[in-house]
């Protein structure tokens, strides 16, 4: 009964017309998914990093993000003694549960895989702009052999912050962007249904189109309970 139930919801969504633009993606994208985006999710991580297309290192990481903006990664166990949280537009790396490095830096990607559907629609496009995504330029295109839409972009090959998105899921699946006069793209694949959204299981992520990492998750939890004390910096030594 509940599948029958998601088949029917699915096919009352609102469906993209084939002259959208990139905010009438956007504003479908949201309709499927505000109140329904699981609001946390856990998992851990097979991190491979890479070194002019070599592997260099393997290791686990384990994950915690509370969206819109809330992400904690523990480098090697659970509640580790070090790792990197982000919070905010913040991003405070530790060590022996110190602070060692924090940035003002936010981690975009939580943004725009599941943060934008807690936030107000007004706000995810203007955090576009910010983000110095261009939501004028628009095209369709294909990737893996699949349908995309591209916000950001009026052409396959535009040096533009763009996101990909698959048409008929309404997920990201690929971006590039341009920001620091460098290269910056990544790759989302193998999508898993949870709930009534979805995630990513596969990330990879080039440098000047050099592979840098490659990220493959593994028990996912979505909406699991979570002690929010484990994004402050202020609690490590408690």
């Known amino acids: 009964m509940k599948i029958i139930s998601a088949i029917m919801l699915w096919f009352l ?5 084939k002259n959208a633009n990139s905010t009438e993606v956007l504003q479908s994208m949201y309709s499927r998914y505000h ?9 851990n991580q097979t991190t491979e990093r890479y070194r002019n297309d070599s592997l260099i290192k393997t290791s686990t990481w384990y994950e915690t993000i509370v969206y819109p903006d809330l992400l904690r990664i523990d480098f090697d166990t659970p509640n580790s003694s070090s790792g990197v949280i982000f919070r905010h537009d913040s991003t405070y790396a ?5 602070i060692v490095r924090s940035t003002r830096d936010e981690n975009e990607l939580i943004f725009f895989l599941g943060g934008m559907y ?12 910010e983000l110095n995504y261009d939501l004028s330029k628009f095209h369709a295109s294909t990737w893996k052999g699949k349908p995309v839409y591209v916000l950001g972009a009026n ?13 008929e899921g309404l997920f990201a699946v690929r971006f590039i962007k341009y920001d620091g006069g460098s290269k910056e ?3 989302f694949e193998q999508q898993i249904p949870l709930k009534n959204a979805w995630s990513e299981t596969k990330c990879s992520f080039y440098i000047n189109d050099k592979l ?11 909406d699991a309970s979570v002690d929010m004390r484990m994004f402050d910096p202020g609690s490590l030594n408690r």
Do not use: C
Request: no cysteine; hydrophobic share 40%; aromatic share 14%.
């Open 35 to 43: 109140g329904n985006w699981h609001k946390s999710l856990t998992f």
């Open 118 to 129: 807690s936030m107000t629609f007004e706000k995810v496009l203007g955090h576009f702009i």
């Open 212 to 222: 840098l990492q490659v990220e493959t998750y593994h028990n996912l939890i979505p």
């Open 155 to 167: 052409k396959d090959g535009d040096q533009a912050n763009q996101l990909w998105i698959d048409q």
């Open 13 to 17: 969504l609102p469906v993209v017309h």
């Open 185 to 187: 793209e990544g790759f």
């Open 94 to 98: 530790f060590r022996n549960k110190k």
